[in-house]
């Protein structure tokens, strides 16, 4: 059940947390907080249940088991994960990537949802099933084996219309339009310092 939202509010009031609150340390080579993020992170799966369909629940499902990973390393051992980059480096320190492996499925994840949701408010003509379909073409579709295609090329064709979609994010259009840009913005930049990172020799395994 997506959440209810408050009155004269959006659906992105409801979220635990934003991206847009998200600390990113430029001076530490934009590292970023690890609990701040996976709450971001968590609130952005709910979005799923606005877009209302059974079939995007491996979407979801898929992203809170990379969550889970991260939060297990993270809870194992605090001191050497407070950012998203301490936390791999010290894993793979350990010869072990199961929580930076869950980060780089998260991270492609979260970019999938960014692009189309970005791709969808930039253009008030295109229905939501075309932005996810190309969207997932771009970012995880490469990565996924001819088992799962399939399964989430059913989430896309089972996308609502945009005007069922956005009425769900709140009352008045132009604020949903307005804070979702600003939400999705943060989103992208968080998903490119990670994507630099994961993509560097220190992030590799």
């Given at each position: 059940?997506?959440?209810?939202?408050?009155?004269?509010?959006?659906?992105?009031?409801?979220?635990?947390?934003?991206?847009?609150?998200?600390?990113?340390?430029?001076?530490?080579?934009?590292?970023?907080t690890?609990?701040?993020?996976?709450?971001?992170?968590?609130?952005?799966?709910t979005?799923?249940?606005?877009?209302?369909?059974?079939?995007?629940?491996?979407?979801?499902?898929?992203?809170?088991?990379?969550?889970?990973?991260?939060?297990?390393?993270?809870?194992?051992?605090?001191?050497?994960?407070?950012?998203?980059?301490?936390?791999?480096?010290?894993?793979?320190?350990?010869?072990?990537?199961?929580?930076?492996?869950?980060?780089?499925?998260?991270?492609?994840?979260?970019?999938?949802?960014?692009?189309?949701?970005?791709?969808?408010?930039?253009?008030?003509?295109?229905?939501?099933?075309?932005?996810?379909?190309?969207?997932?073409?771009?970012?995880?579709?490469?990565?996924?084996s001819?088992?799962?295609?399939?399964?989430?090329?059913?989430?896309?064709?089972?996308?609502?219309?945009r005007?069922?979609?956005?009425?769900?994010?709140?009352?008045?259009?132009?604020?949903?339009?307005?804070?979702?840009?600003?939400?999705?913005?943060?989103?992208?930049?968080?998903?490119?310092?990670?994507?630099e990172?994961?993509?560097?020799?220190?992030?590799?395994?």
């Open positions: 059940m997506a959440a209810q939202i408050p009155p004269g509010g959006t659906y992105l009031d409801t979220f635990k947390r934003s991206f847009t609150d998200v600390p990113i340390d430029a001076e530490k080579g934009n590292a970023i690890t609990t701040e993020f996976l709450e971001a992170a968590e609130s952005l799966t979005m799923f249940d606005v877009l209302g369909s059974v079939a995007f629940s491996p979407v979801k499902n898929d992203m809170i088991g990379n969550i889970k990973k991260i939060r297990d390393r993270q809870l194992a051992a605090p001191l050497e994960s407070e950012t998203l980059q301490d936390l791999a480096r010290n894993e793979l320190k350990m010869k072990s990537h199961k929580a930076t492996e869950g980060m780089l499925w998260l991270v492609r994840g979260l970019e999938f949802t960014c692009i189309a949701l970005t791709q969808n408010v930039a253009n008030s003509k295109e229905e939501l099933s075309d932005s996810f379909r190309a969207a997932y073409g771009q970012t995880l579709k490469p990565h996924h001819f088992v799962i295609k399939p399964v989430f090329s059913a989430a896309m064709s089972a996308c609502p219309y005007k069922d979609f956005y009425i769900k994010l709140g009352e008045d259009p132009e604020k949903v339009d307005a804070e979702l840009k600003e939400y999705l913005a943060a989103l992208e930049n968080i998903v490119a310092i990670l994507k990172f994961l993509n560097s020799k220190e992030a590799k395994w």
